[in-house]
């Protein structure tokens, strides 16, 4: 039998050599390491729990954290953007005057017994007439409705705009007015009708100065809410690849002449309700009316060129009729 005196005299040789496994947790966890392998073992997975743990919460900070960025990166971005799409016009207009088909002319003296006699009969030839007297074409068909309340039986003038918008963001048009209007008595007294009554309207809209330069009303043969304010019942979209809007639109002011700045138009997006002018390529527009009292009135009707006798409110009276 072993004497125990001798064995506790050796105590190194009655302990066990550490193992491998131990050493390594004694290298790379200090605070593991314990004689006891049952505490070692806890402290062990305690400390791979802590650091387990701790790389997932770092993980999970770590991208929140660029999560967080790239959001407000992207927001930012967006907003720059955004600025950067609002920042000029909203929208560009191409205008030009319509001078096809003109339904009469007008001009400012009355012609001589000798130019009567030029245009008096079947098939005349205006052209040397009103060249020489700076003849303006216009329009009457949609004035002369009864549905559209015009008073006088006056003259139009059209022009047709062409709204273009290169913007990401949509926008509305929903409003349109005269800006800056100036009118004095017409200087027109003479007028040559050219085209019978009844010979159509076109698609569009009419401002009647001498009713309201703010509210154009809707004309068109096909309408059916024709006569009424035209953005009552119609808008133009623009922005967000939506097709350019083209649009016709006629004034006609009585028995004044009249100038304005430009066609004021009124758009709403999602910054809200904004203003911006169009003007006759960086010009204001002149529309011409007839005199209250004009001298002579001409007809182009089935039986050849009339001469008709003025009445009140701009009509006539033709013996061909």
Known sequence: MPDRTTADANPTDAAAPSSFVDEVIESVLPDA????RRRRNRKV???VGWVVVSSLVLFLLTKGVD???S???AKVASEADDKVDREGPAFSASVRQDTENGEASLYNA?????????ILGWSPDLRPISEGHHGRGVFYSDVWKLSTDSQWWGYSEAWLADLISDRQAALVVNGMRMKDVRC????????IITHGEGEGSYAGMLFDVTRSTSVPV?????EEHYGEPYFAHKKIDLGNGATPGGLRIQVTSGTKDCTWKAFEVTYVDSDGTHTQDITNNGKGF????????PEQVYEFNVTGMLECTPLELGRYDCPGW
């Open 33 to 36: 390491a314990d004689t006891d």
């Open 71 to 73: 959001e407000h990166d």
């Open 184 to 191: 004095t008595p017409a200087k027109a007294n003479t007028v």
């Open 110 to 118: 009355p012609f001589s017994g000798q130019e009567k006699q030029q």
């Open 67 to 69: 999560w967080l960025t």
């Open 218 to 222: 809707l004309t068109g043969e096909d």
């Open 45 to 47: 997975r305690i400390s």
């Open 286 to 293: 002149t529309v011409h009316g007839i005199a209250a009292h």
